[in-house]
């Protein structure tokens, strides 16, 4: 339906805008001279909100605005259905949703000293932001910024189905095996053993005397520290989702968490090689050096090692949390200087 918006305080005080859904269904609004609606209000975002026509109704957007938007004296975070007579406020100017037939009387002024489209017998000017809007904006130049708040957010949502991928990477990667490691007699020493052999698959049905193989999984070691960042990195996203879009906060803790556990693991790696160096120089009785017998055992015992899905999926989940961090620091800055 066509209606009037008319801006009753602020500066622009008395501008009224018409809102056709046929001739354009979706109307920006905010301090940038692009908008749709101009405001000349420094407590204005450069792009505060839209007014979109969902079907049935206008309804109105706060784009990540600094002061917010509100309906009524309340704050509107999502689409908000309008009414007729509703008064919605942007920074100091507040503007009311009239009929269409009802003819605005207010003291016309208006914003940005744009040329009217047409003066009607009782004296307002009014102002068609439908068609005679696209044909004035076809000829302007374009603003001095290139930021533009779709592409802000469409980067936002990116980041937040990357940061989904790393947490269920190491969601997963905690609980699944990280690594196998296989044993085995060295063909040497297994026909001295053949006839032990023999009796234990008799009994047992297997020759795991041969052959041995143990899977290690992720909760025996980092799996609860991943588990950890896990929970900690859903908390901040859904925290980021619906209420600190406009905030560093998730990136900060979004990097934090990735350094801490990428530092842990980093360090007892470190730990393992000096504690391997001591094993190679400690001794046992009549100066034998404990490298020396395991040098000698393992020509009897080949060992193998084997990196599994979980260790991969963890290492994969927490470079995602790490780039994450950053990117969501970058997407925080962007959202920061679109409000300017």
């Not at 990116?158 to 997963?172: E, M």
């Not at 052959?211 to 980021?240: C, E, F, N, P």
């Amino acid at each position: 339906m066509k209606v009037w918006l008319v801006l009753q305080e602020g500066p622009g005080a008395g501008a009224s805008y018409q809102l056709d859904p046929y001739t354009k269904p979706v109307l920006s609004i905010g301090r940038a001279p692009d908008c749709d609606i101009p405001v000349a209000d420094q407590r204005a975002s450069r792009r505060h909100g839209v007014f979109r026509w969902n079907g049935s109704h206008w309804e109105v957007i706060d784009q990540g605005s600094t002061n917010g938007t509100y309906v009524n004296g309340m704050q509107v975070h999502g689409p908000y259905d309008l009414r007729l007579g509703d008064r919605i406020t942007i920074g100091e100017t507040t503007m009311v949703l009239r009929e269409f037939g009802e003819c605005p009387r207010t003291p016309i002024r208006q914003p940005g000293g744009a040329r009217p489209r047409s003066r009607t017998a009782e004296g307002p000017i009014l102002r068609d932001v439908g068609a005679g809007a696209q044909v004035q904006r076809s000829h302007a130049q374009p603003g001095p910024r290139s930021v533009d708040s779709t592409a802000t957010s469409m980067a936002f949502w990116f980041v937040q189905g990357v940061a989904a991928a790393a947490i269920v990477c190491l969601a997963s990667g905690a609980v699944l095996p990280w690594l196998q490691v296989t044993g085995s007699l060295s063909r040497n020493l297994q026909p001295l053993l053949q006839g032990l052999a023999q009796i234990v698959e008799s009994l047992s049905g297997s020759d795991s005397i041969f052959h041995i193989r143990q899977t290690i999984g992720g909760m025996q070691g980092y799996g609860k520290l991943m588990l950890g960042v896990a929970v900690i990195s859903l908390a901040t996203w859904v925290v980021d989702i619906f209420w600190a879009r406009r905030s560093a906060i998730p990136g900060v803790i979004y990097l934090v968490a990735g350094l801490l556990a990428a530092a842990a693991m980093f360090f007892d790696l470190i730990n393992y090689y000096r504690f391997y160096e001591q094993i190679q120089s400690l001794s046992l009785l009549f100066g034998v050096r404990l490298a020396d017998v395991i040098e000698v055992f393992g020509q009897f015992i080949e060992i193998q090692i084997t990196p599994m899905v979980g260790l991969w999926l963890t290492g994969i989940g927490l470079v995602l949390l790490l780039a994450v961090g950053a990117a969501r620091l970058a997407v925080w800055f962007l959202v920061r200087e679109d409000r300017k």
